[in-house]
């Protein structure tokens, strides 16, 4: 099977931007939509983006969801970051009726 | 949109079975084009998928827990449930039950359960 590949952690100030990587280990990123969970500390995860761009009602326009063929890759683009962004978010995916998580990456708003 | 709750027991001894249900509110566990999914969370790890039930019953499992994992649905209950096999320290996790509605497929798991920590330990 294949693997989603994220940054242990990543940082940035209030207001700024910040993108998350996904990468996927074998097959076409493009081929089987990527989905975005964004989790605080104690609480169950909840979606940011579905099918690679998609939002959620309720979910601000802050996050972008993306695909690069060329790099094989998803990312996950935060704008205008807030301190109620810090989390954790996993990148998701699947193939043949199997689920993958990447293995998440803690997002410090400081 | 379905709320879901998990229950069982919070600690299970080595070689038992785990056992938990998670029960379906504000819709029918029988609707077509749902589906069930289980998802763990090792202490301080990242989500690991176990596995999910069509609403046609057919059920497909991580190939690393395919051995020890089944997923079943109680249509009387409204309730959908995960066992797994001959235990051990590793499966100490915080279970997740989630949900899939149409016209979406299971790889978006848009409803989550809260989660219940289980413990496996003598």
């Known amino acids: 099977n294949f693997m989603l590949t994220q940054p242990h952690s990543v940082s940035e100030s209030p207001g700024k931007t910040v993108t998350i990587s996904c990468t996927r280990s074998?097959?076409?990123?493009?081929?089987?939509?990527v989905q975005w969970y964004r989790q605080r500390p104690g609480s169950a995860p909840t979606t940011v983006i579905y099918?690679?761009?998609?939002?959620p009602s309720g979910v601000y326009d802050r996050f972008t969801g993306s695909i690069d063929s060329s790099s094989n890759s998803a990312s996950l683009t935060i704008s205008g970051l807030k301190t109620e962004d810090e989390a954790d978010y996993y990148c998701?995916?699947?193939?043949?009726?199997?689920?993958?998580f990447g293995g998440g990456t803690k997002l410090t708003v400081l | 949109q379905v709320q879901l709750q998990e229950s069982g027991p919070g600690l299970v001894k080595p070689s038992q079975t785990l056992s938990l249900t998670c029960t379906v509110a504000g819709g029918s566990i029988s609707n077509a084009g749902y589906y069930w999914s289980w998802i763990r969370q090792h202490p301080g790890k990242g989500l690991e998928w176990i596995g999910y039930i069509s609403y046609s019953g057919s059920a497909y499992y991580n190939p690393s827990l395919k051995s020890r994992v089944t997923i079943s649905v109680d249509t009387s209950k409204n309730q959908f449930s995960l066992k797994v096999n001959s235990v051990t320290a590793a499966d100490t996790a915080v279970y997740y039950c989630a949900s899939t509605a149409p016209p979406f497929y299971y790889y978006y798991m848009d409803v989550w359960g809260n989660g219940t920590t289980v413990t496996v330990s003598s």
């Open positions: 099918e690679d761009t998609q939002r």
């Open positions: 074998s097959g076409s990123i493009a081929s089987k939509f």
């Open positions: 998701q995916s699947y193939d043949s009726s199997t689920v993958v």
